[in-house]
C-alpha cells in the first residue's frame, strides 16, 4: 500500500502550482482555475487522511468543498462577466480603480 | 507492484497537467487540462477506496464546474493574453508581488515536501488501519452524512440558494429590458 506521505506530497505539489497560478498570472479566469487546483489539493490530503485513519469523514469534508467550489465558480464566474462588460478585459490589472 | 506504478502515473499525470494550466496561456486550453488534471485526481481517490468521491469529482468538477468554466471563456471570447502583454508581465520579469509571489510558492512546496518526508512515522502509524468494505461503501457514507453532518448539510443548500441568487444579481444586463 501507498504510504501516505506520498499523497501529502503530491498535494502539497498540487497546491504550491495553484498558489503560483494565482501569483503569477493576469488572466482572471485562471486566476479562479489556479483556486480549483488548490481546493482539489486540499481534497486529496482530507480523503487520504481519512483512508490511513479508517472513517469517511474525509470524504464527506470533500462532498462539501466540492458545493463550496461550485458556488465559488458561479458567483467568481459572474463577476468576471460584469467586470468584462465594463473594461472588455480580463487583465486585473486593469480593475485597480478601487485600490488605495 | 501495479499500485504503486499507478499511483505514479496518476499523480504525475495530475502534477504535469496542474503546472500546464498554469504555464498555458489560451484559457481554452486551461481549462482542458485541468479536466485532465481532475480525472487523474479522480484515479487518486479509486486508489485510496473512495470510488464515490472519485464518481462524483468527475461528475461535479469535470462535468459541471469546468463546463461552467469553458462556457464562459466561449461567452467572453478573450482567448489570449498577447504577446505583448505577456512579454511585459512575466512573472520572472517584473518586480514585486508577481515574482515574489512564485518564490513564495516554490518555498510553501519545499517547506511541505521536507516536512512530510521527515515525518515517517505518518506513513507507518496509521499503515492499513481501516475497514475497507465501510470506508467505501456509499451506504456508510449517506448514513453518517444525514447523520453526523446533517447541519452542514442544510447549511450547504443555504449557501447554494446564496450563491445562486449573487450569480444571478451579479451577472444580471442593468436596464429597463428587464
Do not use: C
Not at chain 2, 496518476?10 to 485532465?36: C, D, E, K
Not at chain 2, 512546496?109 to 506513513?123: D, F, I, K, P, Y
Amino acid at each position: 500500500m501507498i504510504p501516505l506521505n506520498h499523497y501529502l506530497i503530491v498535494s502539497a505539489i498540487l497546491f504550491g502550482i495553484g498558489s503560483a497560478g494565482v501569483f503569477m498570472r493576469r488572466n482572471l479566469i485562471t486566476i479562479l482555475l489556479s483556486v480549483e487546483i488548490m481546493l482539489n489539493a486540499v481534497n486529496l490530503t482530507f480523503v487520504a487522511f481519512g483512508r490511513f485513519i479508517g472513517t469517511v469523514d474525509g470524504q464527506i469534508i470533500t462532498f462539501f468543498v466540492m458545493t463550496v467550489a461550485a458556488a465559488e465558480a458561479a458567483v467568481g464566474l459572474a463577476i468576471v462577466i460584469s467586470l468584462y462588460r465594463h473594461k472588455e478585459s480580463l487583465n486585473p490589472d486593469a480593475f485597480t480603480s478601487l485600490k488605495w | 507492484m501495479p499500485e504503486s506504478i499507478l499511483f505514479y502515473a496518476w499523480s504525475g499525470l495530475a502534477i504535469v497537467t496542474a503546472a500546464l494550466v498554469v504555464g498555458q496561456r489560451n484559457p481554452m486550453y486551461s481549462v482542458l487540462l485541468l479536466i485532465a488534471s481532475f480525472g487523474a485526481l479522480a484515479g487518486l481517490y479509486v486508489q485510496l477506496d473512495a470510488p464515490f468521491v472519485a464518481v462524483a469529482q468527475i461528475i461535479i468538477y469535470a462535468g459541471a464546474i469546468m463546463v461552467l468554466f469553458l462556457f464562459v471563456v466561449m461567452l467572453l471570447n478573450a482567448p489570449q493574453e498577447d504577446h505583448a502583454v505577456w512579454d511585459r508581465t512575466h512573472p520572472l520579469r517584473q518586480p514585486g508581488v508577481a515574482r515574489w509571489g512564485i518564490l513564495l510558492a516554490v518555498l510553501l512546496v519545499v517547506q511541505l515536501a521536507s516536512a512530510l518526508l521527515r515525518a515517517v512515522e505518518l506513513g507507518q502509524q496509521t499503515k492499513g488501519r481501516g475497514d475497507v468494505d465501510v470506508i467505501s461503501s456509499v451506504r456508510t457514507l449517506g448514513h453518517v452524512l444525514f447523520t453526523d453532518y446533517m447541519f452542514a448539510f442544510e447549511a450547504t443548500s443555504i449557501l447554494i440558494l446564496v450563491a445562486m441568487v449573487g450569480a444571478v444579481v451579479l451577472a444580471r444586463r442593468e436596464g429597463p429590458s428587464l
